[in-house]
């Protein structure tokens, strides 16, 4: 509310002077027509004849005055007529130029002014917020961490970065900056001690923009008697010991609870995956040549040992990782840790976990990535505009001739066709593989669909 009072403030401020000068301008232009006029009429070629129809009187003493004056006098008359008309015409000219130069002034004036108070409107929003949240200027609340851990920091002197700057600034999401109380209690811990346990709290801040978060001065707690993990490749398929992670925030307090989870009713995020001898076992390995692809069909759609690194987007307990690792590919793993510890999780198996909201760009270099993986967590709940740019990242981070799984997205019928299927051409990915299918239990009834999709980045 506060900026939009600002923003009509500042166009009123833009608009007094741009009207103000435009009425000078007028005003001025009047003065000089008028004046111009003037000169015109009283040294014109029809000066005479004005005046003569303005007065008969002053008309016939013209004519009756006329013989008597001698061809001399009138060439005289003439000729000094003809200079003072000579000379109205280079004023006329002078005052034509005149104008223009200050008509151009005036706009000159106009551009600076305007193009002066859109800087200056920048700036100054810029500098309010760089003012409260990091020069603590303004008397804001915020601590001397969140300013030592989000505030620019000058480089040594004669040390020449390549960054063309003298000082470095630390990145933080832009929720960081606009939830000041949520970014205080996010850096009340003592320095050098141990970190409150606030992963829910700060998962839910990550979600709210503040991504990546601060960096802070203090220790994770460490869960107690913990142990070595499992040896690789055992880990790959093993439940990892309840001792490698703190439980607090979750409602299991052991990986048998979340295992067990399956069969509780209610909404959880991921509900079976925990359970790496069930469902996950199989997953990926069979293609059931419509939505349900297998790993070992898609890498064969590719030169052999051409698909060595990847990322595969809220991968879940990492079970994608694991395939692929079996195959010599190493994925990284991206995952939020809603419901459940699935970034630990993944770890505890020997495989990266990225613990990345879909919102934040993809941490790769363009032309990178062999492969990149997604199953359920790209579908319709994703705003249009946003996930077009997620798909332009995909295409950004892929190597000309990567793959894109796109696994089970879930939609409606109508946007099937509507929205999805141009929104994928429009990011120009090729189609190497399409199936779509009307979803199995209640999807019948509300024309809900899934599609899988095989995609490449063009070579060129
Ligand atoms: C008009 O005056 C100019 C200089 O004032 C002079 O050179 C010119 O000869 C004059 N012409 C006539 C016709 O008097
Ligand atoms: C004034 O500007 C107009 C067009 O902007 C041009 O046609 C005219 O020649 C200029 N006059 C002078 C005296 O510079
Ligand atoms: C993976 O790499 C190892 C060592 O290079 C090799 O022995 C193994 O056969 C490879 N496995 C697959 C599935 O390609
Ligand atoms: C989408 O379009 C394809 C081809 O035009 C058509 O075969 C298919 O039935 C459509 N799907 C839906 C869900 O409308």
């Known amino acids: 509310m506060g900026s939009g009072a600002d923003e009509d403030y500042a166009k009123k401020q833009a608009n007094h002077p741009h009207n103000n000068s435009k009425f000078k301008l007028k005003i001025l232009l009047l003065v000089i027509l008028t004046n111009l006029l003037t000169i015109y009429v009283f040294t014109g070629p029809f000066s005479s004849n004005l005046v003569g129809y303005t007065t008969t009187t002053t008309s016939i003493d013209h004519h009756l005055s006329l013989p008597l004056w001698n061809s001399a006098t009138m060439l005289n008359e003439l000729n000094s007529t003809k200079m003072e ?131 802070r001065r203090c220790h994770p707690k460490s869960p107690v008697n913990y142990i070595e993990p499992t040896p690789f490749p055992e880990s790959l398929w093993v439940k990892p010991p309840d001792a490698s992670i703190i439980w607090d925030p979750y409602t ?4 048998d609870c979340l295992v067990d989870r399956k069969n509780v009713p209610g909404f959880f995020d991921c ?71 699935f970034n630990s999780f993944i770890a505890s198996r020997g ?19 062999d492969i990149v993986h997604s199953m359920h967590v790209l579908s319709n709940w994703i705003p249009d505009a946003m996930l077009e740019f997620t798909l332009y990242d995909i295409y950004r981070v892929l190597r000309p001739g990567g793959l894109f799984w796109l696994d089970h997205f879930f939609c409606l019928g109508s946007q099937l066709n509507e929205t999805y299927v141009p929104m994928l051409d429009r990011v120009g990915f090729k189609k190497l593989r399409w199936n779509a299918g009307m979803k199995l239990d209640r999807g019948i009834k509300k024309n809900e669909w899934y599609f899988s999709a095989l995609l490449e980045k063009p070579m060129t």
């Open 252 to 255: 299991c307090k052991s990986y």
């Open 85 to 215: 008309l000579v000379a109205s015409h280079s004023i006329i000219l002078e005052l034509q130029q005149q104008l223009n130069s200050t008509n151009l002034l005036v706009q000159a004036m106009l551009i600076e002014l305007t193009t002066r108070q859109h800087h200056h409107q920048g700036t100054s929003r810029k500098l309010s917020l760089f003012d409260k949240f990091i020069r603590g200027d303004l008397s804001s609340g915020l601590t001397d961490e969140v300013r030592l851990a989000i505030g620019s920091h000058k480089l040594p002197l004669g040390y020449s970065p390549r960054s063309g700057s003298d000082e470095v600034i630390t990145p933080v999401g832009a929720g960081c900056l606009k939830f000041q109380d949520e970014l205080v209690q996010y850096m009340a811990y003592e320095v050098g001690g141990e970190c409150p346990i606030d992963d829910v709290f700060a998962q839910r801040f990550m979600l709210k923009g503040c991504e990546p978060l601060p960096r």
């Open 351 to 369: 495989l990266i976990s990225m613990h990345v909201s879909v919102s934040q760009r993809l941490p790769f270099f363009e032309n990178t990535l």
């Open 271 to 341: 509900k079976d995956c925990f359970d790496l001898q069930g469902r996950e076992k199989s997953r990926w390995l069979f293609d059931n040549g419509r939505l349900d692809y297998g790993i070992d069909q898609v890498l064969k759609m590719k030169p052999g040992g051409t698909i060595r690194i990847g990322l595969d987007i809220g991968g879940g307990s990492g079970t994608f990782a694991a395939r692929m690792r079996e195959r010599n590919v190493t994925i990284v793993t991206t995952s939020m840790n809603l419901d459940g510890p």
